[in-house]
């Protein structure tokens, strides 16, 4: 599984990738989504597993990086990391800043870990099940991976849905792909070919954020002093294993299901931590096991995200999404072929993840001290910096100015999005399956004849859309009851 | 809590044009129409090569679902309103005109130099004053950017009047 890691340029690129997850992870506001688009341009230069590599590694260190920055100043370094502000900074608060971050250190290795075992034992198999996935099936399944999002992911179901199917109707712009016919190109060229998915990534993640930041420059942040991070004593250990193995469970379930992984995954990691203590009382007020609830259910998420991108090719949360953009760009085709044709080239990927759990566990320890100084860069140098950055890789995929035009756009979308409560993860997952929900749509009522009804005649597209219904039906049944 | 039911009321109170639900509502509706009316302009394909449904079908179903998704939340809002947002401030509105700003020199003058006058542009905005951070943000760093996308990726920047001191 190491093999195909054992070279010092793969090694290379993953202590990189480590150390710049870590940093995006750290900086409020940045993270592995944005940080994996921005860094996409580069990975042109690097052969497709490295490039892989870098983007995976990306992924695990900074969905644990958000946790320094909570713990220590009580704003979430990414989105992931909001359950870990609720008793990691309480208990920073208390001088065990060090205690705090050693249990969040460690419990986001064993959950990162344990979602690597899932995803090798677990991606094989769903790809395998996919050999029986024709046309309809792929429709039914996308269709269930966006209802998904709007049922377990965060804020107003109606609301995900909007921004998926928005997500999916930017995906039809440029000419169609089955009949070369322009639409909504309004005698734009450069529009023929559609929008590129790393202009709408920076604009909706990146440049909304800066923007999100200029109406947050009043705010001061209180850092709590770190002297160094501690491991956690045996007593930690005793009161939390269970919260860790049964977080890092969730987590890992919660990252297969396409939504948005970490960030539902540590909230629901958090709410059972505080279901099942014995203490639930000290939640909210510093409680060691609620850091390591929301921990490791938030790295579990990585790992089960990526069954799905590699075993289907369905994204299993937004930052999967930059990876599989990453994996068509080097001409890498996720499914289940990939299982077959090239294993050597998945079980890199699995080791690399494996590795990067490794290492943001030593560099957390080691150096979440110096990590957390990154967050002392102030907003008037940092943003200036990243637009220049966002600017340049959105213009060096294509060269074209009209791509950084359309980052600047969605920029301006996110941002009123976000104000409004629309989250812009749907529209990144809508963006990505809108050629397959189409394609698979139009194939599929070629082979039934443009009868709709048929695709009730299968059993696998049937389940799905069954489940769909389930999703779609959850979020009323909970407030519902809420309401009782 | 108290805050939360302050903040409805305020929201309660306002014109119903005024109320952001209303704004989100017709903006979404409005670009909804338009496009829509304008799937009914793409091409048709003959029945013949048609396989399946026509290129328009799809965002036609798209559009309509957004529009009777929106029109739900809408109702939706009458029962439970929306929190009122604070206005937006000052730096907000600038870092917009920096956007701007940003397209018309990248489009008329230099790419890079739309880079630097938006990063000084927003900087001081923001509240940096310091000549030399306002410099390193403005000129420095899209420097060894520009050499880092330039010899690394081999990319090649648009002509404008400072690019073109490089290139020729």
Redesign the interface.
């Known amino acids: 599984m190491m093999a195909p890691l054992f070279s010092s340029k793969l090694l290379i690129v993953l202590l990189f990738g480590t150390l710049f997850g870590l940093i995006l992870g750290v900086l409020p506001g940045l993270g592995p989504t944005t940080g994996g688009a921005l860094i996409l341009p580069f990975t042109m230069t690097l052969d497709p597993l490295s490039a892989i590599v870098l983007l995976t590694s990306i992924y695990c260190a900074g969905t644990y990086g958000g946790a320094i920055t909570a713990v220590l100043i009580n704003t979430p370094g990414t989105p992931a990391a909001a359950a870990t502000c609720l008793d990691g900074y309480p208990l920073a608060q208390k001088g065990e800043a060090g205690r705090a971050l050693g249990m969040a250190t460690v419990s986001s290795t064993v959950g990162g870990i344990f979602s690597v075992i899932v995803l090798v034992f677990f991606a094989p198999v769903l790809a395998k099940l996919a050999y029986e996935f024709g046309q309809p099936e792929y429709f039914a399944l996308a269709i269930f991976g966006l209802t998904m999002l709007a049922s377990i992911g965060e804020g107003s179901p109606i609301k995900n849905l909007i921004a998926g199917a928005f997500g999916i109707l930017i995906s039809t712009i440029g000419k169609d792909f089955m009949t070369s016919i322009d639409r909504f190109t309004y005698g734009i060229n450069e529009l023929s070919v559609g929008i590129g998915f790393i202009p709408v990534v920076v604009g909706l993640f990146a440049i909304s954020e800066m923007l999100t930041q200029s109406t947050l420059l009043d705010q001061v942040f209180k850092r709590v002093a770190l002297k160094a991070v501690k491991l956690p004593s045996l007593d930690d250990y005793k009161k939390t294993w269970k919260t860790i193995l049964r977080s890092s469970g969730i987590g890992s379930f919660i990252g297969v299901l396409p939504a948005e992984g970490g960030t539902v995954a540590s909230l629901i990691g958090y709410s059972e931590a505080k279901r099942f203590s014995k203490e639930p009382e000290e939640f909210g007020k510093g409680s060691i096991e609620g850091i390591a609830g929301a921990e490791a259910a938030n790295n579990a998420a990585t790992g089960g995200a990526m069954v799905p991108t590699l075993a289907l090719g369905i994204p299993g949360s937004a930052t999967t999404a930059v990876i599989l953009t990453g994996l068509i760009i080097h001409g890498v085709r996720p499914g289940p072929d990939l299982f077959r044709e090239q294993p050597d080239f998945l079980y890199g990927i699995f080791g690399a993840m494996l590795i990067a759990n490794v290492l943001f566990f030593i560099f957390g320890f080691f150096g979440a001290k110096l990590f957390a100084r990154i967050t002392l860069v102030p907003n008037k140098i940092l943003w200036p910096m990243i637009f220049a950055v966002s600017v340049c890789g959105t213009y060096s995929l294509s060269q074209s100015i009209i791509d950084v035009w359309i980052m600047l756009f969605f920029g301006v979308l996110g941002f009123f999005m976000r104000r409004f409560g629309f989250s812009v993860v749907p529209v990144i997952i809508g963006l990505i399956l809108g050629e397959l929900v189409e394609g698979t749509l139009r194939q599929s009522l070629v082979i039934f004849d443009g009868n709709w009804l048929m695709f009730l005649t299968r059993p696998i597209a049937l389940t799905f859309f069954i489940l769909s219904f389930i999703a779609l039906a959850f979020p009323l049944l909970r407030s519902k009851k809420q309401k009782k | 809590m108290n805050n939360v039911h302050n903040k409805k009321r305020a929201n309660k109170s306002l014109p119903f044009f005024f109320k952001?639900e209303f704004k989100?509502f017709f903006v979404?509706i409005f670009f909804s129409t338009i496009?829509l009316i304008?799937?009914f302009t793409?091409?048709k394909?003959p029945p013949i090569?048609?396989?399946?449904?026509q290129?328009?079908t799809?965002?036609k179903g798209?559009?309509v679902?957004?529009m009777f998704?929106?029109t739900?939340?809408y109702y939706?809002s009458f029962k439970n309103p929306?929190k009122k947002?604070?206005k937006?401030?000052k730096?907000?509105f600038?870092?917009?005109l920096s956007?701007i700003l940003?397209?018309i020199i990248?489009?008329t003058l230099d790419?890079f130099l739309a880079?630097s006058v938006?990063?000084?542009f927003?900087?001081y905005n923001?509240?940096?004053k310091r000549v030399f951070?306002l410099l390193?943000?403005?000129i420095l760093?899209?420097l060894v950017?520009?050499i880092f996308?330039e010899m690394?990726?081999g990319?090649?920047?648009?002509p404008g009047i400072i690019t073109n001191l490089y290139y020729y």
């Open positions: 952001d989100v979404i496009l304008s799937t793409f091409d394909v090569l048609n396989r399946g449904i290129p328009a799809f965002p798209l559009l679902l957004i998704l929106t739900t939340i939706l929306w947002e604070k937006l401030p730096p907000f600038l870092t917009i956007f940003f397209v990248s489009k790419f880079i938006l990063s000084i927003v900087s923001w509240g940096e951070y390193l943000v403005g760093f899209p950017v520009f996308f690394i990726l990319l090649r920047f648009p």
